[in-house]
């Protein structure tokens, strides 16, 4: 039988999403280092907007705190590195682990608040971990601190990449936390997609479309969001440790910034596609583009940005991708389930059945 | 002695944040619409003051005078060209414009007047205080509390006994019946955004007063009073009152502790209640 037309879109999209993969990975052997690390940026970028896509747009909780896992992955790792003298990337573990740990507090605290108001709970949250962050003198208290000389040189691998690609220890660095950014990347990615193609994934969309609906089937609304919430955090906090194991340097302003690493996102995703797999992707690159091509404005940039995300909010609402998609019915990754086929033999069925979609 | 003088000058604080927050407790109370750029509309009003009171050398006080309907202007046209579009299709949408909002209200006053701190400066009224028993309470803290309180009393008398208030009233609870009495939400809603700046105008200008300002700072006073919304209940005005009190009063010892411990000790006064009063102390409205 041959295929039919659609399935040979698919194919070929397969191949070109393996290509791309392939072409990813293979970078850091045909490209600068300057290129690495400006990719770098833009796929920490991607991370953090996925996280906070899978939270506002398919778990229905929009956090207004993602800092504080950022932060708390970046002050974590820093302690493990500068105190405990670990290996960076297990650093950058524990860093991830500490912003679980911190999540399940703040789950507890800011499940209490309803909508709009579980977003000044997660911004009140992220602001006490600034200040307490602020208040560790062994980390430099509020004026911060840097991690030792050449740290991210010594991580495990950086030399056998070195030996591998005849390249300096300072670009075999970039190489391997570009890798694990990548890596990441692609396992929130695969992840995401994994779980919203589950059972407990449908449940997710149907408490984010209607919770009382999704609750008289049997759905258990906290469970699922709180499982959501912390494994953001993880992703989070990992993402938090891999920046700021690149700069270098932290202070309580910088980890637990809400533009940068809130604000910025939350443009991301809705210029992107809220609630849409791909959309956080689309809008991560037209970020890093506008901010290349507009970086040097400084604050006009970031008024320009804003009034792109208004103006998303009032005539596209499901931003670049959602909209591209549903004018030309494309859908890659698609979330939607279909109805079950109805046999020749098998009774119409009495009630319709429901189908979930976003 | 000292403790009684931290309760006093907390208490004072406190009426500061009630009227950050009595605008928000307004808006909220009518339309549901948590405006996440409040904080910077209050420094946007306080920059409006500065510039009013330097171009034309008039002392901060007449300057707001006339700031007042400039900003009432202001959340008018917000509500009818912004807000209004987006307040029917869930949370999401209104959150996410305000803050795009704050975003470039910060920007634009940063752009026009530099990250340099300014104050409102209003002359001698500023050093001024009056001793009552053991402890001196400053003129302009004194009069910030007794704003707070009468605005809140004003804003109660237009709630419970104008046409204006039983409209708002009305509105707040179903906004589609009340189009069969003629009263257009909408319209109803741009009104209160506009009253809710003319609230801010108000905060604003004693914030200027008690503090040097500049464009960062509106995230933080949002903070602030949306702790004092939630702490007293939500759409209770009175409630804010004590909210905002309670804030001020948790600053306030944080900071006789440790100046460093002065926000924390607010953030946590608020979580400690959330968790024993997750409806805060007085709540009126359900969300």
Same mark, same amino acid.
């Given at each position: 039988?041959?295929?039919?037309?659609?399935?040979?879109?698919?194919?070929?999209?397969?191949?070109?999403?393996?290509?791309?993969?392939?072409?990813? *990975?293979?970078?850091?052997?045909?490209?600068?280092?300057?290129?690495?690390?400006?990719?770098?940026?833009?796929?920490?970028?991607?991370?953090?907007?996925?996280?906070?896509?899978?939270?506002?747009?398919?778990?229905?909780? +929009?956090?207004?705190?993602?800092?504080?896992? *950022?932060?708390?992955?970046?002050?974590?790792?820093?302690?493990?590195?500068?105190?405990?003298?670990? #290996?960076?990337?297990?650093?950058?573990?524990?860093?991830?682990?500490?912003?679980?740990?911190?999540?399940?507090?703040?789950?507890?605290?800011?499940?209490?608040?309803? %909508?709009?108001?579980?977003?000044?709970?997660?911004?009140? *949250?992220? #602001?006490?971990?600034?200040?307490?962050?602020?208040?560790?003198?062994?980390?430099?208290?509020?004026?911060?601190?840097?991690?030792?000389?050449?740290? =991210?040189?010594?991580?495990? %691998?950086?030399?056998?990449?070195?030996?591998?690609?005849?390249? =300096?220890?300072?670009?075999?660095? #970039?190489?391997? +936390?570009?890798?694990?950014?990548?890596?990441?990347?692609?396992?929130?990615?695969?992840?995401?997609?994994?779980?919203?193609?589950?059972?407990?994934?449908?449940?997710?969309?149907?408490? @984010?479309?209607?919770?009382?609906?999704?609750?008289? +089937?049997?759905? #258990?609304?906290?469970?699922?969001?709180?499982?959501?919430?912390?494994?953001?955090?993880?992703?989070?906090?990992?993402?938090?440790?891999?920046?700021?194991?690149?700069?270098?340097?932290?202070?309580?302003?910088?980890?637990?910034?809400?533009?940068?690493?809130?604000?910025?996102?939350?443009?991301?995703?809705?210029?992107?596609?809220?609630?849409?797999?791909?959309?956080?992707?689309?809008?991560?690159?037209?970020?890093?583009?506008?901010?290349?091509?507009?970086?040097?404005?400084?604050?006009?940039?970031?008024?320009?940005?804003?009034?792109?995300?208004?103006?998303?909010?009032?005539?596209? @609402?499901?931003?670049?991708?959602?909209?591209?998609?549903?004018?030309?019915?494309?859908?890659?990754?698609?979330?939607?389930?279909?109805?079950?086929? @109805?046999?020749?033999?098998?009774?119409?069925? @009495?009630?319709?059945? +429901?189908?979930?979609?976003? | 002695?000292?403790?009684?003088?931290?309760?006093?000058?907390?208490?004072?604080?406190?009426?500061?944040?009630?009227?950050?927050?009595?605008?928000?407790?307004?808006?909220?109370?009518?339309?549901?619409?948590?405006?996440?750029?409040?904080?910077?509309?209050?420094?946007?009003?306080?920059?409006?003051?500065?510039?009013?009171?330097?171009?034309?050398?008039?002392?901060?006080?007449?300057?707001?005078?006339?700031?007042?309907?400039?900003?009432?202007?202001?959340?008018?046209?917000?509500?009818?060209? /912004?807000?209004?579009?987006?307040?029917?299709?869930?949370?999401?949408?209104?959150?996410?414009?305000?803050?795009? /909002?704050?975003?470039?209200?910060?920007?634009?006053?940063?752009?026009?007047?530099?990250?340099?701190?300014?104050?409102?400066?209003?002359?001698?009224?500023?050093?001024?205080?009056?001793?009552?028993?053991?402890?001196?309470?400053?003129?302009?803290?004194?009069?910030?509390?007794?704003?707070?309180?009468?605005?809140?009393?004003?804003?109660?008398?237009?709630?419970?006994?104008?046409?204006?208030?039983?409209?708002?009233?009305?509105?707040?609870?179903?906004?589609?019946?009340?189009?069969?009495?003629?009263?257009?939400?909408?319209?109803?809603?741009?009104?209160?955004?506009?009253?809710?700046?003319?609230?801010?105008?108000?905060?604003?200008?004693?914030?200027?007063?008690?503090?040097?300002?500049?464009?960062?700072?509106?995230?933080?006073?949002?903070?602030?009073?949306?702790?004092?919304?939630?702490?007293?209940?939500?759409?209770?005005?009175?409630?804010?009152?004590?909210?905002?009190?309670?804030?001020?009063?948790?600053?306030?010892?944080?900071?006789?502790?440790?100046?460093?411990?002065?926000?924390?000790?607010?953030?946590?006064?608020?979580?400690?209640?959330?968790?024993?009063?997750?409806?805060?102390?007085?709540?009126?409205?359900?969300?």
């Amino acid at each position: 039988m041959l295929p039919s037309p659609k399935s040979v879109g698919r194919f070929t999209l397969c191949l070109a999403a393996i290509a791309m993969g392939l072409a990813l *990975v293979a970078a850091p052997f045909f490209t600068s280092r300057a290129i690495i690390q400006d990719m770098f940026g833009l796929l920490t970028l991607l991370i953090l907007a996925m996280n906070w896509n899978m939270l506002a747009g398919f778990a229905g909780l +929009v956090s207004v705190g993602q800092q504080a896992f *950022v932060g708390v992955g970046a002050y974590v790792m820093f302690a493990a590195i500068i105190l405990f003298d670990l #290996d960076p990337l297990l650093a950058i573990g524990i860093g991830g682990l500490g912003a679980m740990a911190l999540s399940v507090p703040m789950a507890f605290f800011a499940f209490r608040l309803n %909508g709009a108001y579980f977003a000044i709970g997660t911004w009140v *949250v992220a #602001d006490i971990a600034r200040l307490v962050a602020g208040q560790i003198k062994a980390l430099g208290g509020g004026t911060g601190t840097s991690l030792p000389k050449g740290t =991210s040189k010594e991580m495990i %691998g950086v030399d056998h990449i070195q030996a591998l690609m005849k390249i =300096s220890g300072a670009a075999a660095a #970039d190489a391997l +936390v570009y890798w694990l950014a990548l890596a990441l990347a692609a396992c929130t990615l695969f992840a995401s997609y994994l779980f919203l193609r589950s059972r407990m994934g449908l449940g997710l969309q149907a408490i @984010r479309d209607n919770s009382a609906a999704a609750r008289s +089937v049997g759905v #258990d609304p906290l469970r699922l969001q709180l499982a959501v919430f912390v494994l953001c955090a993880l992703g989070t906090g990992i993402c938090g440790g891999l920046m700021f194991l690149q700069i270098t340097r932290i202070t309580p302003d910088a980890a637990f910034s809400v533009i940068d690493w809130t604000a910025f996102v939350i443009f991301i995703v809705v210029i992107g596609g809220l609630g849409t797999l791909p959309g956080p992707i689309v809008g991560a690159v037209i970020f890093y583009a506008l901010q290349r091509a507009f970086a040097d404005y400084g604050t006009v940039y970031l008024i320009l940005l804003g009034a792109v995300g208004i103006g998303t909010m009032l005539f596209a @609402r499901k931003g670049v991708w959602g909209t591209l998609a549903s004018r030309f019915g494309i859908d890659i990754l698609p979330l939607r389930h279909r109805a079950p086929k @109805r046999t020749a033999a098998s009774p119409r069925p @009495r009630a319709t059945s +429901v189908t979930a979609s976003h | 002695m000292i403790w009684l003088d931290t309760i006093m000058q907390g208490i004072l604080l406190g009426g500061l944040y009630a009227l950050f927050a009595a605008g928000l407790s307004l808006v909220f109370g009518i339309m549901r619409l948590v405006n996440l750029a409040h904080g910077d509309l209050i420094v946007l009003a306080a920059y409006l003051v500065l510039v009013i009171a330097t171009a034309l050398g008039f002392n901060p006080f007449a300057a707001a005078l006339i700031a007042l309907p400039i900003m009432f202007a202001i959340g008018w046209l917000l509500q009818s060209l /912004l807000f209004n579009r987006v307040l029917d299709d869930g949370i999401l949408p209104p959150l996410l414009v305000t803050f795009g /909002l704050s975003v470039v209200i910060q920007n634009g006053l940063l752009e026009s007047f530099s990250a340099d701190s300014r104050k409102l400066s209003a002359g001698t009224i500023e050093a001024s205080s009056v001793s009552v028993g053991p402890v001196s309470l400053g003129i302009t803290p004194l009069m910030t509390l007794g704003s707070a309180v009468i605005i809140i009393w004003l804003l109660n008398q237009l709630f419970y006994r104008t046409a204006l208030g039983r409209a708002f009233r009305a509105t707040s609870d179903d906004a589609v019946t009340v189009q069969l009495m003629g009263i257009r939400p909408k319209k109803i809603f741009a009104i209160a955004t506009g009253i809710a700046m003319v609230v801010a105008t108000i905060a604003a200008l004693y914030l200027g007063i008690r503090a040097n300002f500049d464009p960062s700072i509106g995230p933080a006073r949002l903070l602030y009073a949306f702790e004092a919304v939630i702490i007293g209940g939500l759409g209770s005005l009175w409630g804010t009152l004590i909210g905002g009190i309670v804030i001020g009063l948790a600053q306030s010892f944080g900071a006789a502790v440790n100046p460093e411990w002065q926000i924390l000790a607010g953030h946590i006064a608020f979580a400690v209640i959330l968790i024993f009063r997750p409806r805060g102390l007085f709540p009126r409205a359900t969300d």
